[in-house]
């Protein structure tokens, strides 16, 4: 059965039954995007839960999340489709045994050639096509989610085709022809802002940004992620974090990491955050040794920073 979205609460409930804590805005977004058929562009630091928006709408709508991950080099073969040669070539085998049964009927060459062309068909039919993540996405028979992860990191070039493919909800290949989107997929594009992305794509897309969360928004999380946990651990641990964030560091710990270093702190039964305890965790929260020096030496105002406040 279709699970019906009819306002911006509908995706917020969704959302929250998969464990993902949504914004008020965040919510607004996707049911626009649902409703007018159009790709998010979701941009932010890594971390902040833009591939995992993707994934949790995917399970509460009960739709297949097909992904594409993008790189540098990234073409066509990976992303929209390519042929199987080996199957091709086996069936050429085959093909050579039997071809004059083939064309053994023929009257003359020109008969003979029209036979062959049309065996050249089929060798280039849907039989042989081998669907990658894009074509996946436009002809499967039911609408899918498709999350198009890390698109800064795509050339331009293949940016470009990209446009064309969500402008127009279709993907021609020259054997076949032009192959319309069977259901329109509901997209999400991921940015980490690696390089600039075209006027042209934005425009296309409606535009996300999902910033690190407030205070009040991540101990919302941590709750959701960890039922049961003290609230006493749980608001200096954020409030830490967040006192990390303003420092002028590397790398500042995102959601997933704060995430990770409650875990880290439950499973060693921590109930009060020390210098020790930050010490003994700090490998959760930073993977630079010149952020870890920093933290470790603004320790006291990291853990005894005035009182939590949203």
């Known amino acids: 059965m279709k699970i019906q979205i009819e306002s911006a609460e509908d995706v917020t409930s969704l959302l929250s039954k998969q464990g993902y804590v949504s914004s008020e805005e965040i919510s607004t977004i996707v049911f626009l995007a649902i409703k007018m058929q159009r790709p998010i ?79 050249e068909d089929a060798f280039f039919s849907e039989h042989f096509l081998l669907p990658r993540p894009l074509l996946q996405a436009i002809r499967s028979e039911k609408q899918s989610v498709l999350l198009i992860d890390e698109v800064d990191k795509s050339d331009p070039e293949f940016e470009a085709y990209l446009l064309e493919v969500l402008s127009t909800n279709e993907i021609t290949i020259p054997e ?61 641990l954020v409030k830490s974090v967040h006192e990390i964030r303003k420092l002028e560091i590397k790398k500042k710990p995102s959601i997933s990491e704060t995430i990770d270093w409650t875990e880290s702190l439950l499973t060693l039964q921590v109930e009060d955050i020390t210098p020790l305890e930050l010490q003994r965790t700090l490998g959760i929260l930073s993977k630079y040794k010149t952020d870890m020096d920093q933290i470790m030496q603004n320790s006291e105002k990291i853990l005894g920073a005035g009182s939590w406040s949203a």
């Open 41 to 119: 562009l979701v941009e932010g630091p890594a971390g902040v839960g833009k591939t995992e928006l993707a994934k949790s709408l995917a399970k509460a709508l009960k739709l297949d999340l097909i992904k594409l991950q993008c790189y540098e080099g990234l073409d066509e073969t990976k992303a929209i489709y390519e042929w199987e040669y080996a199957k091709q070539l086996l069936y050429t085998q085959i093909l050579k045994e039997k071809i004059n049964e083939v064309i053994g009927t023929a009257s003359d060459l020109n008969e003979s050639i029209q036979k062959l062309v049309k065996l």
């Open 176 to 236: 076949l022809g032009t192959l319309q989107a069977v259901k329109v997929p509901i997209v999400f594009l991921t940015s980490n802002n690696v390089r600039d992305l075209s006027d042209a794509l934005k425009r296309r897309c409606l535009s996300l940004y999902i910033d690190f969360p407030t205070q009040e928004l991540e101990i919302r999380i941590i709750n959701s992620k960890f039922p049961g946990i003290k609230q006493a651990l749980v608001e200096k």
